[in-house]
């Protein structure tokens, strides 16, 4: 069976791909395919669903499968990948124009508008009769308790639905917790923060009249040595302990527990960013620095961007301390809730409905399926050139020794429409760059617009890529 699965899925890419179809073509129904064929229903849907997570087709449910748009267009382009000279100039003036392919780090898959289990979450949040009152400044109570128990089973993190805040996402929840620090007395608070880091995140901390103090990575995270040896004081250190941002790596245990000692030396607290924790590929998980946290250092900032989409705009806070929750309930109830209660209602009944769950596996094995597209052509780029952060989340960084410079193979990318990211912007504002490289995502591309953006990333790097 896994044969015929095979067999029919090459076959109908190199019809699709062949010109023979236009655009918004019809397929067969599955059962008519199925029947033609001799294999089973069940194997036909199997593989238009390949398709379409391949970019290949589009499902319309209820309606049926149709051709995608631009695959002649993309056919053309890889058939046409030779040995090209490596002289930059050259190999942008060889890569063939097609349409624009953003890699912009960490954008998930767009495809959640459909997710079935969303849609009717959707539909019953708005059939609900709408409260005269608008939300509670922690959020909506059921909403705070699913995600209590999801941190306890997924994370380890023993918290209460008392312990959350529901934000707007990472940038708002760090804002809130800024300004409930500087209600505490921390005029303005220093912030160690990774270098290279977030860039995001070091907007929010001045615009939220904080000071973002650079402090080296190493070996997957903050250098807690580094850190201890910085002069000043600080009320936080910022952390991406689940997965690096941008270059990758876990932060050791040994270095987690580093960190809740120095927070409780110097009264300081941990802001645990846990970013892309959800995405192991085949990595284990470690404990959060939240669920080995006693003596409540620990501020756990979640965001539901990655796991679902940016447009939702909601994400949680866990803060154990009460004094500190108090205060940014405080400033909470000053400014307002600003998560609709519509979209915490809808995605109180996601979480509850297990759709968040079927979710998280479904889009994990499209992320893994795609990872191994950019390790498969990471491995022809020759010895100077060293992928990273690919053992979880969405994003990928490749630095290398020697021309062409991050900034000019940006550029040259960016003309032929593939969009990256030079790894010095990772780096905080008058710190020079320590390595050459470039950051680039993979979740939210079909894998027609990554194998494109893949071959003209090897193309300036190193050398052709030939996709089996």
Not at 445 to 459: K, M, V
């Amino acid at each position: 069976m896994r044969r015929a699965r095979e067999h029919l899925t090459e076959h109908l890419r190199a019809a699709l791909l062949s010109g023979r179809v236009a655009a918004g073509d019809p397929l067969p129904s599955s059962r008519m395919l199925a029947s033609v064929v001799g294999i089973s229903r069940g194997t036909v849907v199997s593989v238009y669903e390949d398709l379409a997570g391949e970019g290949y087709v589009v499902i319309v449910p209820g309606s049926g499968t149709y051709v995608a748009d631009g695959l002649a267009a993309h056919e053309a382009a890889l058939s046409a990948v030779t040995a090209r000279p490596k002289e930059p100039q050259a190999i942008a003036a060889a890569l063939p124009a097609r349409g624009k392919v953003n890699l912009s780090p960490g954008s998930p898959a767009t495809n959640f508008s459909k997710n079935r289990d969303w849609v009717a979450a959707w539909r019953s949040a708005v059939k609900q009769d709408l409260p005269g009152l608008p939300p509670l400044a922690a959020g909506n109570g059921q909403l705070r308790e699913l995600i209590a128990n999801h941190l306890r089973t997924a994370r380890g993190v023993i918290c209460t639905p008392n312990d959350i805040i529901v934000t707007a996402g990472t940038s708002d929840g760090l804002a809130l917790t800024l300004q409930a620090q500087r209600s505490q007395g921390h005029e303005q608070p220093r912030i160690a923060t990774e270098n290279p880091g977030y860039p995001t995140a070091r907007r929010v901390i001045s615009a939220s009249g904080g000071t973002p103090v650079p402090i080296p990575v190493l070996n997957g995270g903050m250098d807690p040595d580094a850190l201890r040896r910085a002069p000043g004081t600080f009320s936080a250190a910022l952390l991406t302990p689940s997965h690096q941002y941008p270059l990758g790596g876990r932060l050791p245990v040994a270095a987690r527990l580093d960190f809740l000692a120095w927070a409780k030396e110097t009264g300081a607290v941990n802001f645990e960013d846990d970013y892309d924790s959800e995405f192991r590929h085949g990595a284990p998980l470690l404990p959060a620095i939240a669920s080995l946290d006693h003596e409540q250092r620990v501020v756990l900032i979640g965001s539901y961007s990655k796991t679902l989409t940016p447009w939702l705009r909601c994400g949680y806070l866990v803060i154990p301390d009460p004094e500190l929750r108090g205060h940014a309930l405080r400033v909470r109830e000053a400014v307002g809730q600003p998560v609709s209660g519509l979209v915490q209602t809808a995605l109180t009944e996601f979480m509850r409905s297990g759709g968040l769950q079927r979710h998280l596996v479904r889009v994990g094995r499209e992320y893994a399926h795609r990872r191994k597209l950019v390790i498969a052509a990471a491995e022809a780029l020759g010895s100077h050139c060293l992928l990273e952060a690919v053992e979880g989340g969405l994003h990928a960084a490749i630095t290398w020794e020697g021309s062409p410079h991050a900034d000019q193979a940006v550029a040259l990318l960016a003309e032929q429409g593939v969009e990256v990211a030079s790894l010095s912007k990772y780096y905080h504002e008058g710190s020079p760059a320590m390595r050459n490289g470039i950051v680039f995502g993979y979740g939210a591309p079909t894998d027609l617009q990554l194998r494109h953006a893949l071959d003209g990333i090897n193309a300036v790097l190193g050398g052709p890529i030939h996709f089996k």
